[in-house]
């Protein structure tokens, strides 16, 4: 019927890992969850702002541990991640380092989603030594301030409110399944866990970064997952972040900034093709 909302199911949450507490000296505690064969390729995920580690992949989770240790945590002032004075992105990056250390893994995969993707070419810069490969999705190299910067973080909020309502149960239950409605009041508590000050707080940290300066610099493989249809961060933006990483592969999704979880069903297979071409090829 025209006007009618298109009904939007967000995948299934069961069998997603309880994540548990591991400790990070010197720094804090997070949580984290580590799946998937323990001699296998190790590849540490990077949530979006103003959400989880588990809220941001775990549509893809399942598919990635069948040939990968996947490692996912909540960021600091993120979920239940680590509480400090101040954010910065910075810190982030150096939380990845200590995560992969208290868990034994030496060297690892990177793959960031929003502002994952930005804390992801820190580390990339970082660590080259332990860094096996870089996977950015949805993501960029800088972020203008002024008026371009208020007018993309107005679509963000935008972006937030519609996964919101989505992952909010309706208001006659009995709509739903019981299961369809546990997975969405999981995505909601997941989602809620973040206060609205530390995502403003993150948001302004974000709008000062700028790889450009160094990106080029990178020498490793790399893939990124382009959202075709991002009003965010602006699709061309995405694809300019990929020419500046030299031999960079490109994967690109017909969706917006919420694809990793309103569009999964298109999102996960790029995410697959990105992280298998870093295979085999040398840095």
Same mark, same amino acid.
């Not at 996947?70 to 004075?85: E, K, T």
């Not at 610099?217 to 997952?225: H, Q």
């Given at each position: 019927m025209?006007?009618t ?7 299934p ?5 309880e994540?548990v507490p ?5 720094r804090g505690?997070t949580?984290?969850a580590?799946?998937?064969?323990r001699?296998a390729p190790?590849i540490?995920l990077?949530h979006?702002?103003a959400?989880?580690?588990l809220l941001t992949?775990?549509p ?7 040939h ?18 101040e954010f910065r ?6 939380d ?6 208290a868990l034994?893994?030496?060297r ?10 930005l804390?992801?070419?820190l580390v ?5 030594? =332990?860094?096996t490969?870089? #996977?950015?999705?949805?993501?960029? $190299?800088r +972020?203008?301030?002024?008026?371009? @910067? &208020? /007018? ?5 909020g ?10 909010r149960?309706?208001?006659v239950p009995?709509v ?5 409605l546990?997975?969405?009041?999981w ?9 609205p000050w530390a995502i403003?707080?993150?948001?302004d940290e ?12 990178? =020498?490793l493989?790399?893939? #990124?997952v382009?959202t075709a249809r $991002?009003? +965010?961060?602006a699709?061309?933006? @995405? &694809? /300019?972040?990929?020419?500046?990483i030299p ?9 917006g900034?919420?694809?990793c979880v ?5 999102w996960v297979?790029?995410?697959?093709a990105?992280?298998h071409s ?5 840095p």
């Amino acid at each position: 019927m025209a006007g009618t909302r298109r009904l939007i199911t967000v995948p299934p949450t069961a069998g997603v890992p309880e994540p548990v507490p591991v400790e990070l000296p010197g720094r804090g505690r997070t949580v984290v969850a580590d799946v998937g064969p323990r001699d296998a390729p190790a590849i540490v995920l990077l949530h979006s702002v103003a959400c989880t580690g588990l809220l941001t992949w775990y549509p893809a989770l399942t598919r990635l541990a069948r040939h990968h240790r996947v490692i996912v945590f909540d960021q600091r002032w993120h979920g239940r991640g680590i509480r400090s004075p101040e954010f910065r992105l910075a810190d982030c990056a150096e939380d990845v380092t200590a995560v992969a250390d208290a868990l034994g893994v030496g060297r690892f995969a990177v793959a960031g989603y929003s502002m994952g993707g930005l804390v992801a070419q820190l580390v990339a810069r970082a660590e080259p030594e =332990r860094v096996t490969g870089l #996977v950015l999705c949805s993501t960029a $190299d800088r +972020f203008g301030r002024g008026l371009r @910067q &208020r /007018a993309a973080l107005a679509v963000f909020g935008r972006t937030l409110r519609q996964l919101r309502e989505h992952l909010r149960p309706p208001a006659v239950p009995a709509v739903l399944p019981r299961e369809r409605l546990a997975d969405r009041r999981w995505g909601l508590r997941e989602f809620r866990s973040t206060t609205p000050w530390a995502i403003a707080v993150a948001v302004d940290e974000i709008g000062r970064f700028d790889s450009t300066p160094w990106l080029h610099t990178l =020498r490793l493989p790399a893939a #990124v997952v382009v959202t075709a249809r $991002d009003r +965010f961060i602006a699709p061309a933006h @995405q &694809r /300019a972040l990929a020419r500046r990483i030299p031999g960079a592969a490109t994967y690109e999704v017909e969706a917006g900034h919420a694809a990793c979880v309103l569009a999964a069903d298109r999102w996960v297979p790029a995410l697959l093709a990105a992280v298998h071409s870093l295979r085999g090829r040398n840095p």
